[in-house]
């Protein structure tokens, strides 16, 4: 069974920059693509970032990220493949929500618990 825990989420400053940890156990050989998806409140569920396990760790994997975020967060593999972070930099306000990371498999989609993260102005 696959579990996903997040870490890495808080307060911080518009501005700023925090890091988000997705650790995954009970990783299965069809992993497919992970990344992560926020909800703040009072709206939909919206994708972040993805990142694509499809091809070795040296070579990194394709990826991809929301409107939102282009150009200020990056996803990225860290050399266990079971862990993917995410950096945001040049945060903002309306990036106050709780992240949540998720992972594809061919058996389907697995999700963390989630992580808030807060941003002030």
């Known amino acids: 069974q696959v579990h996903l825990a997040e870490s890495g989420g808080g307060l911080a400053q518009t501005g700023e920059s925090l890091r988000l940890t997705c650790v995954i156990s009970?990783?299965?050989?069809?992993?497919?693509?992970m990344g992560w998806f926020r909800q703040a409140p009072g709206k939909q569920r919206e994708v972040v970032a993805w990142?694509?396990?499809?091809?070795?760790?040296?070579?990194?994997?394709?990826?991809g990220y929301g409107d939102s975020v282009k150009g200020r967060f990056t996803i990225s593999r860290e050399n266990a493949e079971n862990t993917i972070v995410l950096q945001m930099s040049s945060l903002k306000p309306e990036d106050t929500a709780v992240y949540y990371c998720?992972?594809?498999?061919?058996?389907?989609?697995?999700w963390g618990q989630g992580t808030q993260v807060t941003v002030s102005s």
């Open positions: 990142i694509n396990f499809d091809s070795p760790y040296s070579s990194g994997g394709a990826r």
């Open positions: 998720y992972s594809d498999t061919q058996n389907g989609r697995d």
């Open positions: 009970g990783r299965p050989s069809t992993l497919v693509t």
